[in-house]
């Protein structure tokens, strides 16, 4: 049994994505495996799915929890990508930070209460974002809140000045690292 797991998670933070991911991180737990890399390339996705994910993997009982951004990690894959007690990016990489938006499908009608709640719900989601990427790059909530509503898109180097990335490095993971792959909406392949 291998005492290191990498995960590759390269799909988009949705619903099934989300589902895989605990699922691997369950089993790896249950395997009594204590160190995690959980490699992230991810155009974000649904706000709900991404902090869930967030605080589970807080609170997993790891010893060590490494991410590392191998392509892009986009808007909320970012707070994803802040659960790391060590956060790496390859060289070639890219971060996106942008606020939130409510979809709307059809002829959806909403009263003034329903729009209300829908922005208050937006605001949540944003200061919740902000809060994380606060929390762990030494930005402000207003600092990151700015960022957000600007579009900002780092690269590594850029990234590693904000405190986001500790390090840029090339290497994933160690050899003799067993990993498993989550992609769209799939099973977990080994």
């Not at 960022?147 to 160690?174: C, D, I, Y």
Request: glycine share 8%.
């Amino acid at each position: 049994m291998p005492n290191a797991l990498a995960i590759k998670f390269f799909a988009p933070v949705i619903e099934s994505s989300a589902n895989s991911l605990m699922g691997v991180l369950d089993q790896a737990i249950n395997q009594g495996i204590k160190d995690v890399t959980l490699l992230i390339s991810t155009p974000g996705g649904s706000v709900f799915h991404g902090l869930s994910i967030y605080n589970y993997l807080r609170g997993l009982p790891l010893e060590r929890l490494t991410t590392h951004n191998f392509g892009s990690v986009d808007s909320i894959g970012v707070v994803m990508y802040c659960a790391g007690r060590e956060r790496f990016s390859s060289p070639q990489a890219r971060f996106l930070l942008h606020g939130v938006s409510a979809n709307f499908q059809g002829n959806l009608s909403l009263e003034e209460p329903q729009l209300e709640e829908r922005l208050k719900g937006l605001k949540i989601d944003i200061e919740n974002i902000a809060k994380v990427i606060s929390e762990n790059t030494g930005k402000t909530n207003e600092e990151v809140i700015k960022a957000m509503l600007q579009r900002t898109t780092l690269n590594p180097e850029q990234a590693k000045e904000w405190g986001l990335v500790h390090s840029v490095k090339t290497e994933v993971f160690s050899a003799g690292t067993q990993v498993i792959s989550i992609s769209t909406g799939s099973i977990p392949q080994s």
